[in-house]
Nanobody
């Protein structure tokens, strides 16, 4: 059974960068479109990026477009999220998940994803 684990979170100053990784156990990620999400305290889970199984197509939420980049790292069998120009409003727990509809990203709706990881905390603060 495919399980996902997120890593790379931490504390960073405004304007800084972090790189998150989503790695699997039980199965490879090669067959799946993978999404990244975040959830801040008291807020709904927000889809922020998704990448197709081939890595060719990606979609982003407007809130992160131009600052975050999702990519596949095949040697590590991971899906990474490079986050630049971080701001305090980016503070949240970040999760990755598997797209259930197909091998391309049809949406960033959490209901279209499963196999959620435990999350990694990102805190942006001076």
């Amino acid at each position: 059974q495919l399980q996902l684990a997120e890593s790379g979170g931490g504390l960073v100053q405004p304007g800084g960068s972090l790189r998150l990784s989503c790695t699997p156990s039980g199965q490879t990620l090669w067959y799946y479109a993978i999404g990244w999400f975040r959830q801040a305290p008291g807020k709904a889970r927000e889809g922020i990026a998704c990448i197709s199984n081939s890595g060719v197509s990606t979609i982003y939420a407007e809130s992160v477009k131009g600052r975050f980049t999702i990519s596949r790292h095949n040697p590590k069998d991971s899906v990474d999220l490079q986050m630049n120009s971080l701001q305090p409003e980016d503070s949240a727990i970040y999760y990755c998940a598997v797209e259930t509809v197909g091998t391309v990203c049809s949406s960033l709706l959490p209901d279209d994803f499963n196999n959620w990881g435990q999350g990694t905390q990102v805190t942006v603060s001076s």
